[in-house]
């Protein structure tokens, strides 16, 4: 059964997903802030054909995914959503695939509950947990009034040209950030950035993948990534051409890695 949609009513929403269904090992796709599942749709196929269940949602307020009128964004109810469709799915340990916010959800939820996955790959997001200088808590600390202050109707732009690299993924970027209201963005920012909590100490509890684009500007990822994966003792893979969404400028390239670490974490 390849795709299937659904949907899961949670306290102030209503998530929409796409689960293939089946017994085989499944990967759980959670994608970046002002975008939706369908960022994973390459690598939810090539997943498919390699034998996984691939389990594709939605974030609350994006996408097909609703979010009650007067209800705000959190990380905490994102959190919950997670948890709350892999309990719906009956998924057994699955490996998470989270993409910038989806990264530091997934980060964050492996964190809170170790035992209930097999696995963690993060795409084009920075180290929760990793060390941070004076100038980037700075940045974490301005990003939201900054954004605030630009033109509702420019920030889809603006966001799409910063987040890709090639002509149809910059497009295809604009057209899925046009349909968030920027409040509910700005809601989605706040809580991304409330999930980068540093802890010198803490290494990831279970097998872990890092992947991101050689032309990613976002925040700190390019710099935090390396260091990332040199503390876990972890080969990062880095895409070249591509920038954040690594998934949209290189569909083929960013499948082929997902799938060559998805290899390394089962043996």
């Not at 009956?90 to 993409?99: A, E, N, Q, T, Y």
């Not at 890092?210 to 893979?237: C, F, H, K, Y």
């Not at 895409?239 to 083929?252: E, F, K, M, R």
């Amino acid at each position: 059964m390849v795709n299937k949609p659904g949907s899961l009513t949670r306290p102030g929403a209503r998530i929409r997903y796409r689960d293939d269904g089946g017994d085989a090992a499944a990967v759980v796709f959670t994608h970046g802030a002002g975008m939706d599942h369908t960022m994973f749709a390459a690598q939810a196929e090539a997943v498919r054909e390699a034998g996984y269940r691939s389990v594709l949602w939605d974030l609350r307020g994006h996408g097909e995914s609703a979010i009650d009128p007067g209800c705000r964004f959190t990380a905490t109810a994102a959190l919950e959503d997670l948890g709350a469709l892999i309990d719906d799915r009956g998924l057994s340990r699955p490996i998470l695939v989270g993409h910038s916010l989806g990264g530091n959800l997934s980060q964050a939820f492996v964190q809170e509950h170790p035992q209930r996955a097999a696995g963690l790959i993060v795409v084009g997001s920075t180290w929760n947990t990793g060390p941070l200088s004076r100038l980037e808590r700075l940045g974490l600390r301005l990003a939201a009034p900054m954004l605030g202050m630009i033109p509702a109707a420019r920030l889809p732009r603006l966001m799409a040209a910063a987040s890709a690299v090639s002509p149809g993924a910059i497009a295809e970027t604009e057209r899925v950030f046009a349909r968030m209201p920027k409040a509910l963005f700005l809601d989605v920012w706040r809580a991304t950035v409330s999930f980068v909590k540093p802890d010198p100490a803490y290494r990831t509890p279970v097998p872990i993948g890092l992947l991101r684009g050689a032309e990613d500007r976002t925040g700190n990822i390019s710099s935090a990534m390396p260091r990332w994966a040199q503390a876990e003792g972890v080969r990062e893979r880095v895409i070249a051409g591509a920038g954040h969404i690594v998934t949209l400028d290189a569909p083929d390239a960013s499948s082929a890695a997902l799938l060559s670490i998805l290899e390394e974490l089962a043996s």
